[in-house]
């Protein structure tokens, strides 16, 4: 199972970006989707955005589309959430997964991914 590691979290006025990455252990290609979930304390964990990994489509939650956009790198071992235009609601507790399945009719689902990074905390002051 491959691991990820989340980084690129901190603090930041609203209206700020940051660019989170998450790093995989191993080459993802074996792998579906690939996809950034959030969850602040007493919430459910909400899917945030995702990639399709041999497509390249991506999938974005309505409250973030327009100002995060997801990547992934050429080698496929590191994929990224760039969050511009960051408001107070954004933070949360960032989180990033991997699917093994191949086709995700809900793409932001966390019941979908079977691997799971630690977190990076992003915080968004007024």
């Known amino acids: 199972q491959v691991q990820l590691v989340e980084s690129g979290g901190g603090s930041v006025q609203a209206g700020g970006s940051l660019r989170l990455s998450c790093a995989a252990s191993?080459?993802?290609?074996?792998?579906?989707?690939m996809g950034w979930f959030r969850q602040t304390p007493g919430e459910e964990r909400e899917g945030v955005a995702a990639?399709?990994?041999?497509?390249?489509?991506?999938y974005a939650t309505d409250s973030v589309k327009g100002r995060f956009t997801i990547s992934l790198n050429n080698a496929k071992t590191t994929m990224y959430l760039q969050m511009n235009s960051l408001k107070p609601e954004d933070s949360a507790m960032y989180y990033c997964?991997?699917?093994?399945?191949?086709?995700?009719?809900?793409?932001?689902?966390?019941?979908?991914?079977?691997?799971w990074g630690q977190g990076t905390q992003v915080t968004v002051s007024s």
């Open positions: 990639i399709r990994i041999h497509r390249g489509s991506t």
């Open positions: 997964a991997a699917s093994v399945t191949s086709y995700l009719s809900t793409p932001l689902s966390l019941s979908n991914y079977n691997s």
């Open positions: 191993e080459n993802i290609y074996s792998y579906g989707y």
